[in-house]
Each structure stands twice: as structure tokens, then as C-alpha cells.
């Protein structure tokens, strides 16, 4: 017997005002951002491990491990939680993606960051996305 689906927190910001970013401040938020997204992407890998467990688990062992799988899921949306009050967006759990909201010629576009990588070097349109990245030197040749 299958266990419960597992559910991800959705990865969209709660309403608040929205924060716009230079590339400057976006890189001074990245060392506290990426601890948490690291602890996000963590988080995130032990949840879906959980679920393999709970789908494969005995009826004795299923409660042990849905507790976990809830404990793992609350400690997610706390890392989720955070993100949004320092005022990035989580775009992807497994690979710890993030847009800031930034401004260039008086429109919002997103800033964007993976971890691994040392600063934010691209940005994108909004309705873009990961796909359409292009590197921030672009902005200033634009102006």
C-alpha cells in the first residue's frame, strides 16, 4: 500500500510588499541565502527520501516515518519562510534557485542565482525564466 503523496511547499512568496534588488544588495544577501537554500535543498532531498521509506515501509514503521516526513516538512516551509521575509522568490527546491526582483529601465526583472554559484551574474524577464538567463553585464550595456 502506497503511502500519503508528499507535498511540497509551494515555492511562491506570501503577499508582501515586493522588495526590488540592485545586483549589489542581492549579493550582499547571499551569504545568510545561501545557508538556507542549502538547508532547503537538504531538507527537500531527506523529505523525498522519506517518502520512498514511507511507500516501502511496514504498517509499524509507517508512523515513525510520517512523523519525520512532517517534522522535514515544517522545517521546509520555516527555510521557505525565511527566503520570503529577506525578499527572494524560491524558484526550484532540488536546485536551490532563486530570483530577487531587480528594475531595469523602470521594469521589474528577476535577478537570478543557483547554489554553487559564487554571486548573481544573470538575470532574465519575468515570464522567462531559468532558460532565458542572460549574464548582468547585459543591464549596464543596455542603459
Request: charged share 25%; aromatic share 6%; glycine share 6%.
Amino acid at each position: 500500500m502506497a503511502g500519503p503523496q508528499f507535498l511540497t511547499p509551494k515555492p511562491v512568496s506570501a503577499p508582501r510588499a515586493q522588495r526590488r534588488f540592485t545586483v549589489d544588495q542581492a549579493n550582499k544577501t547571499l551569504p545568510l541565502v545561501r545557508r538556507v537554500v542549502a538547508d532547503i535543498v537538504r531538507t527537500h532531498e531527506e523529505i523525498s527520501g522519506l517518502q520512498q521509506q514511507l511507500e516501502l515501509a511496514k504498517a509499524a514503521q509507517q508512523k515513525v516515518i510520517q512523523d519525520r516526513l512532517q517534522n522535514n516538512l515544517a522545517h521546509l516551509q520555516d527555510y521557505v519562510d525565511e527566503l520570503t521575509e529577506i525578499g527572494c522568490d524560491l524558484k526550484d527546491y532540488r536546485l536551490g534557485l532563486i530570483d530577487f526582483t531587480g528594475q531595469h529601465r523602470g521594469r521589474d526583472i528577476s535577478l537570478c542565482w543557483k547554489l554553487g554559484e559564487e554571486s548573481v551574474e544573470y538575470w532574465h524577464e519575468l515570464n522567462a525564466g531559468f532558460s532565458g538567463r542572460q549574464p548582468v553585464s547585459q543591464l549596464h550595456e543596455k542603459d
